[in-house]
């Protein structure tokens, strides 16, 4: 194995990653490397073999890691990384904050940050994907944030260097968001909290919950027409392209797409990634049968399938 730089922070050999994602699932890393503070990642990876891949990892809400794991030292940002402050109207937080405690402190402060509130997951991982809910994204109140290059260099980012489209940026690969910055509108704290609590309400009327899930499966598709005129273009859900392939509460293995949100792939608690990915795949498939759709996968699948168990034909075993 690469002999890796001695960090002040925690380094791990062969650490699993299953108990690292919200699914549950997925094999070990060669390594896993939770920096003390952005210097002491800086130095690190400046120190680090530039063969060596690195791949940055949040809380993972938004991930399948399969079953055979990552050959890369994975960098998960831990306490040094999770604070939250307050000038003006502005918000600073540091990559491990959790989405819904930035919301919670912006709403304090009287700026409307709400929209976080719901979405699971921290904020490095929500500024890589300009995550977004109820019409609103990270692009919308992005000021600037912090990364760490695979080189080591501490940069900052802007707007135009990320480039954000719709679950997209441009930040390289092994680049490392360390914190942000975002600017919000301005509120009143009672009326914010109203309004968060009517979105938690919400949310657990419609959507797993209680489950384990990874959040939304697949992106929601845009630009079909059921005419092909160009004054027929619409946008569409992903959960009722995938309801109406027949597909809401379809299950392969211990893998289910749940029947209360179709678009949520649910570990039923015996599940592999092996499984989750390949029910993945057959709804891809059902649903270009049915719709001529092609659904793209907003949950990031990454590693090697288990050595012993290659991925698994979606066709075999479903129900």
């Not at 079909?224 to 569409?236: I, K, N, P, Q």
Request: hydrophobic residues 40%.
């Amino acid at each position: 194995m690469t002999r890796l730089p001695t960090p002040r922070g925690r380094l791990t050999a062969d650490r699993p990653l299953c108990d690292l994602t919200w699914l549950r699932v997925g094999g070990p890393a060669d390594w896993v490397f939770q920096p003390a503070d952005t210097d002491d990642l800086s130095r690190f990876l400046a120190a680090l073999d530039e063969d060596v891949v690195v791949f940055p990892i949040g809380v993972g809400s938004n991930l399948i890691v399969r079953d055979g794991g990552l050959r890369a030292v994975v960098v998960r940002l831990g306490r040094g990384f999770n604070s939250i402050s307050i000038e003006g109207n502005r918000v600073i937080a540091g990559a491990a904050a959790l989405d819904a405690h930035v919301a919670r402190h912006a709403a304090q402060a009287g700026i409307d940050l709400t929209f976080l509130r719901t979405i699971p997951g921290a904020v490095g991982g929500a500024v890589c994907m300009n995550a977004g809910c109820y019409g609103t994204y990270i692009a919308d109140v992005f000021v600037e944030a912090e990364a760490v290059t695979r080189s080591g260099d501490i940069v900052t980012l802007t707007a135009s260097d990320l480039n954000f489209r719709y679950r997209h940026t441009d930040l390289p690969h092994g680049w490392i968001v360390t914190r942000a910055v975002f600017e919000g509108p301005a509120g009143d704290p009672d009326a914010l909290d109203a309004k968060m609590a009517a979105q938690l309400a919400k949310r657990d009327e419609t959507q797993p919950t209680r489950e384990r899930t990874a959040g939304s499966t697949f992106r929601n598709p845009a630009g079909y027409s059921s005419t092909g005129r160009a004054d027929d273009v619409h946008d569409l859900k992903a959960w009722k392209v995938i309801e109406d392939a027949g597909m809401r509460g379809a299950r392969l293995g211990g893998a289910q797409m749940s029947a209360k949100h179709p678009n949520f792939l649910v570990n039923t608690g015996t599940a592999t990634a092996a499984d989750l990915e390949a029910l993945g795949e057959e709804v891809r498939k059902r649903v270009f049968q049915s719709s001529g759709i092609e659904l793209v996968w907003e949950i990031m699948r990454v590693g090697e399938p288990a050595p012993d168990r290659p991925a698994q034909d979606a066709g075999d075993g479903f129900e």
